[in-house]
């Protein structure tokens, strides 16, 4: 069955610190892993990453994928309070088109 | 471009009631999914269409859960009877092609 796997659940923070939020998957036929952020309504998209080691950026967001070790990161420098969300990773499959496999997400909460 | 359009936003019903829930996607856009995430979860694919084709429904617990696209277009999701551990965010995207998902704002379903 194909997993995906984020860490931590849960990550409260200071303003201006640097976060990492971690997803690793086991997906059979894998194609491309998605981050999202949802706050309180839709999950909006931010990432979608084919190719391993290419860093993908946006403004203070930036991602990356290791195909080998089967893992993302998404990083968030400077944060700010309007990052507190949830981040949502998820993978498609070559076999599937479109649709996704999501993780738990992780809940960051950004201190003033 | 206008986005996915979800209704009702919100419902509250008692257990064994009927519910239904309507979704109208992105314009020209192909695929359509409908995903059920519960409080503290990530989504989880109930049904896929593509045009007015499901294309999985393996999620779905049809016993109870059943959805249509008449005319590839939009699209509305029934639960009948409801259970309590339907509560949940329904979430409706769309998709063109390998494009990622555009989500709407979802029902959130309150079953008593």
């Known amino acids: 069955e194909d997993k995906v796997v984020q860490s931590p659940l849960s990550l409260v923070v200071h303003e201006g610190d640097t976060v990492t939020l971690n997803c690793s998957y086991e997906?059979?036929?894998?194609?491309?892993l998605l981050w999202y952020k949802q706050e309180k309504k839709a999950p909006t998209f931010l990432f979608m990453l084919?190719?391993?080691?290419i860093e993908k950026k946006s403004g203070r967001l930036s991602s990356i994928l290791d195909k080998k070790e089967l893992f993302s990161i998404l990083n968030i420098t400077a944060t700010q309070t309007g990052d507190s969300a949830v981040y949502l990773c998820a993978a498609s499959k070559e076999t599937s088109g479109s649709r996704l496999t999501f993780g738990e997400g992780t809940q960051l909460t950004v201190n003033p | 471009e206008a986005g996915v359009a979800q209704s009702p936003r919100y419902k509250i019903i008692e257990k064994r009631q009927s519910v239904a829930f309507w979704c109208n996607p992105i314009s020209g856009h192909a695929t359509l999914y409908w995903y059920q995430q519960i409080l503290g979860q990530g989504p989880k694919l109930l049904i896929q269409?593509?045009?007015?084709?499901?294309?999985?429904d393996s999620q779905l617990p049809k016993d109870r859960f059943s959805a249509e696209r008449l005319k590839g277009v939009d699209s509305t999701l029934k639960i009948q009877p409801a259970k309590l551990e339907d509560s949940a965010v329904y979430l409706c995207a769309s998709s063109l092609g390998l494009s990622p998902l555009h989500f709407g704002n979802g029902t959130r379903l309150t079953v008593t």
């Open positions: 269409f593509q045009n007015n084709g499901v294309v999985d």
């Open positions: 084919t190719s391993s080691g």
């Open positions: 997906v059979t036929n894998f194609r491309s």
